[in-house]
């Protein structure tokens, strides 16, 4: 069922404010207004929920383009907003059909926060011996992977897409509180959006460093993330020559600016950095920027339709992509592959939610995956997805 209002300190977990993007001066002084909870069960526009909820609590976002009015005595800080990939898959016009294997966890959630005596307190570091993961158990074997990357080159032969990303999912049993182990995977080098998001009965732990989204002084940014190589000399040396990444992530360039120019002005779209390489834990990664300047009367949710789901974790063309992935992945993608960060008035920063772990009242979950385009060998792109999801778990674990 959908919640609105604030949680009470029985259920709301006494930490600091962690929400990815969130102003790291106001963090440890935030409070909690109001809180939206949303499932597709529950029917209606997740986009429109969203803008219309920030409205009623103090954060008008219906048009982008107005400056940020001066915080008065009363008002609220911002909010952090989480969109699943069920979520953004919604907004595109299509229903995911595979089981969500971590379904405790909503669609949508949107938490308003006011300055004020927050009385939380950092998470402590538990009793040594207190925290136990289990063995990871994955939603497909590493055949069923290279089967389903070999599906889609065949796909794409016959012409029903130009590139699809693929993403498997995999769950382990716990003991303890699981906060302290999403909390550290924040710490992960290069994760822009690292944080926790929490609620009754989950918590989600973020260390992704790629941006969806970003509104910033009336304009659009997007920085899409496309090829993965260790992050060795050799690595990133094969990265700058493989023309196979650089194919596979121009075509994501391309849609992304398809997708920004549904809400920015005409003509504005660009590209202000092409294929730089950056580093994510031990990876190198080709990211690029694409900004744009906003459309007059541009909201939240008209925003968060045009770029929902993000182009990197679908493929292109992005709803024939989305056909694909939900034939081939045994499980939802849950919390991953979504959106999640901070909003405010004259400020959107939604990282997608790449390199994401969540926690139900059972199990830890992880996603991982990686664009297949007629070039990929399923058995490097098994062993990519591997390497990706690795500091994740590692971090999990403690280690």
Known sequence: MRKIGPYGV?????????????????????????????????????????????????LPLHDLTRPAPAHGGSAACGAAVYLSATAGALLAGVTPGAPDPAPALPDLVVVVYDHGDARRTPIPAPPRGDWWLGPWAESWTPGQHAAAVDAVRAAIGRGDVYQTNLVGHAAARYTGDPLPALTRLRALPGARYGGVLTGDGWAIGCASPETLVEVTDGRLITRPIKGTRPATAAGRAELLASAKERAEHIMIVDLERNDLARVAATGSVRVDELFAVRQWCQLWQAESTVSAAVADGLGLAD????????????????????????????????????????????????????????????????????GITWDSDAHAEVAEAAAKTAPVRAALAGR
């Open 10 to 58: 029985e259920t709301l977990p006494q930490v600091l404010v962690d929400a990815p993007s969130a102003p790291a001066g106001c963090r440890a002084g935030l409070s909690e207004r109001a809180r939206l909870q949303w499932r597709r069960a529950d029917g209606g526009d997740p986009a429109a929920l969203a803008e219309d909820f920030l409205a009623a609590h103090g």
């Open 303 to 370: 925003l968060l339709r045009a770029i929902c789901p993000g182009g990197s974790v679908t493929g292109a063309p992005k709803l024939a992509a989305l056909a694909q992935i939900d034939a081939l992945e045994p499980v939802g993608r849950g919390a991953s592959m979504g959106a999640l960060g901070w909003v405010a008035p004259g400020r959107v920063d939604l990282g997608l939610t790449i390199r994401t772990a969540a926690a139900d009242g059972e199990k830890l979950h992880t996603w991982a995956g990686g």
